[in-house]
């Protein structure tokens, strides 16, 4: 049963789910849990489809309320999120923003956290194209600093940060694209190579406050990004994507801005980033890329 | 050089529809199915 310590001296969660540790690992393609008719997903077909995590990190009862869901991109086994056509990632927004309404909707999660892990170098299990989501009964560390950042600047100056940091980063060396109401650029401070982070324009607090016209966008910004990151390494490359968004405790969270930021492992096409002493140990990242060369390589491509 | 733009979208004057049905599977977790109609 999964449960959740505090770490007294750094003031944060610690979630054990040991039972993750006998999940099934890279399966044979034709016993894939997430293809159809298979035992997650007893449907002879489907388009998207969320189920709740056979094996969660957190809750569903302990801690209460929390809970952790799988998000199955499509039928295909054989596709990623940049392989598939722009009206199933609209799909997928829209079950993206339904999820973070119905969940963060319970009155003990306060943050509804989207994100997708590609490939093995990140700790795939499946290779089944497929994203998650952690209805946490906590605001994790790093939305936390975020949200505490541009709230202090919001209270200072009556501006949000990001949408700040936005405009200059479009000015820039590191601006990748602005189209159909979203921007991507790599920031100025990005701890890992390729590292990207793409903006709806307009200040918009979550993925459910994006209109029809936003969405539309949305999806082609990501079929963009993921879709260049395959073409400049030549392969189908991984990463992290996580969504960061507004809690959902109840508060107005007007400092908080929407975007997604991606984490590709990789430092060079045949050469990973680890993070080791220095990034664990000392909690400091040393990124062996200058972010402005990074952004002008995946310019040539997206 | 320009920067390539994607094809503009088509109009459309209200956004698509979005079906979910919920299903209770015998372990007690819930399957949730989403489609647009007709896909």
Known sequence: MP??????????WVAYATERNDRTFLPAEDQCPLCPS????????????????????????RPPG?????????????????????????LLIDVWADRYRELGGRPEVEYVYIFENKGAEVGVTLTH?????????????????????SGEHLDRTGRCLHCEELEKELEGPRRLFE?????????HAARWPYEVHLYPRRHQRSVADLDDSERWGLARALLRVAGAYDRWFGFSAPYVMALHQA?????????????????????????????????????????DTRPEETAAQLRSVI | MAEPQPAPLPAREEAPTLEKQVIQLPDGRYLIVYGRPGA
């Open chain 1, 3 to 12: 449960e959740v310590r505090l770490d007294p001296l750094r003031g944060q």
């Open chain 1, 38 to 61: 298979g035992p997650e997903v007893p449907l002879d077909e489907f388009q998207v489809v969320v189920f709740e995590n056979r094996f969660p990190a957190f809750g569903p009862s």
């Open chain 1, 66 to 90: 929390a809970g952790c869901e799988v998000i199955v991109y499509t039928a295909q086994h054989e596709l990623t999120l940049a392989g598939l056509p722009a009206e199933r990632v609209r």
């Open chain 1, 129 to 149: 194209p497929h994203g998650q989501i952690y209805a946490m009964p906590f605001v994790p560390p790093f939305a936390e600093l975020e949200l505490r950042a």
């Open chain 1, 179 to 187: 189209a159909e109401g979203m921007a991507a650029f790599v920031p």
């Open chain 1, 247 to 287: 809690p959902t405790d109840g508060r107005g969270w007007p400092e908080a801005h929407l975007h997604v930021e991606f984490y590709p492992p990789h430092r060079r096409a045949d050469r990973l980033k680890y993070v080791a002493g220095v990034e664990l140990g000392a909690g400091t990242f040393v990124n």
